[in-house]
């Protein structure tokens, strides 16, 4: 599409959008009376205005049946994982035995890690991407040394060529490579979280299958943001939590994947627990653990039905509205975003988009590196009404997410950074 630089042509756009009737659904902070030009969707997802509806009936079923509740609420407790296979399992293209929402991101990734990542003397790297999120940092950091072997030399840290901001698919297979021989596992996001690129998960697990590793990624910034289709790249293993894209509250109970390969592999060491025993046994309280097979055999405690409800609210606008469809909207999106960023600052004076310009190596988000006053800059858009993320030491993370953002507020960011920038319009 050949994008204007104008208020009519962004507000045609939005005219234009299928999906329109979709930002009614959620509710927008407001700064001083109006509506937020809310683009930190890749941090906190706005709160759909069913959620309160669907924790609502948690609360009533529980004052109404107490214990009974487990088996007789209208979403029985019991099993109440199994009512989000269906759309976590469209949303990061997988099948029902493959996925469930259960515990925190960072604990469903050490769970994974104690069953995927397995050093033997000789094969004993992980590689991973540089700059990764600090909690899956201390993760990595912290298993390699709960086996007895020490970061420098385990983990392999994949960094972009100098002048360079992101990694070159190219590049992380040749890195692979080279260590193929030691190499046990290869740990990266699904979308970088700073750099806002997304990685060629097929290629990457391809190339790691084939240096005799294990694949797995961290979607937290991917799963509700691009189409994914995990079963099909033969993925191993993927993480993800809830509260950002997923729009499913603070803290959230998140998510993981295990490709069906391993479903019924029941010899890969696991850390245990009782929701992840055979369903028909779990109440016999016996010796013997006995895993369910797929994913939920991974589980560790019975389920949080009140954090649950708030992401079943959000699944059920995800399938109403297709991952698909909304990612066709996000590349316009984003896209547009794109284009007036560049009539902005066409020679790059003021700050260069870090994010990659092919659309097919991005999601929602674009990280704009600031050359100067980064900060001035970003509390200036605060003040006008701007929730955008900024991220030490210079870098600020806009996400215009396709559910609830408006071509109209593109073109109204661009203007506001205009000015928080000193800049005269042309
Ligand atoms: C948001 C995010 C986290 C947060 O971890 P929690 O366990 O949910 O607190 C971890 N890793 C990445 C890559 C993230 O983007």
């Known amino acids: 599409m050949k994008f204007e630089n104008s208020l009519a042509f962004a507000k045609k756009l939005d005219r234009q959008d299928a999906l329109k009737t979709f930002r009614k659904k959620f509710l927008i902070p407001k700064h001083k009376g109006k509506p937020v030009i809310y683009f930190t969707g890749n941090s906190l997802g706005l709160q759909p205005v069913t959620t309160k509806k669907f924790i609502s009936e948690e609360l009533a079923d529980w004052a109404a049946q107490g214990v009974e509740g487990h088996l007789h609420s209208k979403r029985p407790w019991l099993y109440y994982h199994k009512f989000f296979k269906k759309a976590l399992a469209g949303l990061v293209g997988a099948k029902p035995v493959e996925v469930t929402a259960m515990n925190q991101l960072t604990v469903n990734l050490h769970l994974m890690m104690v069953s995927f990542y397995r050093p033997t003397g000789q094969r004993y790297k992980m590689i991973v991407e540089r700059g990764a999120f600090s909690s899956d940092q201390y993760a990595f950091e912290s298993q390699v040394r709960f086996h007895g072997l020490h970061p420098d030399e385990a983990i392999v840290e994949l960094t972009p060529r100098p002048g360079e901001y992101t990694l070159r698919t190219e590049d992380i297979v040749e890195t692979i490579q080279e260590h193929a021989g030691q190499l046990a596992l290869v740990l990266l996001g699904g979308v970088q979280y700073y750099?806002?690129?997304?990685?060629?998960?097929?290629?990457?697990?391809e190339a790691?299958?084939?240096?005799?590793?294990?694949?797995?990624?961290?979607?937290?910034?991917?799963?509700?943001?691009?189409?994914?289709?995990?079963?099909?790249?033969n993925v191993d293993f993927a993480v993800w939590c809830s509260y950002k894209y997923l729009n499913s509250g603070p803290g959230g109970v998140a998510g993981a994947f295990v490709h069906e390969r391993h479903a019924t592999q029941y010899t890969l060491p696991r850390f245990a627990g009782w929701w992840g025993h055979?369903?028909?046994?779990?109440?016999?309280?016996?010796?013997?653990?006995?895993?369910?097979p797929g994913v939920d055999g991974w589980q560790l405690s019975n389920f949080p039905v009140i954090s649950g409800a708030a992401q079943l609210a959000s699944l059920e606008i995800f399938q109403e509205a297709g991952i698909r469809r909304l990612r066709k909207k996000s590349l316009l999106l984003t896209g547009y975003l794109e284009f007036l960023l560049t009539q902005l600052d066409p020679n790059k004076e003021h700050f260069i988009i870090i994010t990659p310009s092919n659309p097919d190596e991005r999601g929602c988000q674009l990280s704009i590196l600031m050359k100067q006053n980064g900060k001035k800059v970003f509390n200036k858009l605060v003040s006008s009404g701007i929730t955008a993320d900024w991220r030490e030491p210079d870098v600020i993370r806009v996400a215009p997410v396709p559910l609830y953002n408006t071509f109209e507020e593109v073109f109204i960011f661009t203007q506001h950074l205009r000015k928080a920038i000193g800049l005269r319009i042309t």
């Open 195 to 205: 750099t806002g690129q997304f990685f060629n998960i097929r290629k990457i697990t």
């Open 208 to 233: 790691a299958h084939h240096a005799g590793a294990y694949a797995g990624f961290d979607l937290a910034h991917a799963i509700g943001n691009v189409p994914l289709s995990l079963h099909a790249d």
């Open 278 to 292: 055979h369903e028909a046994e779990r109440f016999k309280m016996k010796k013997g653990f006995i895993p369910m």
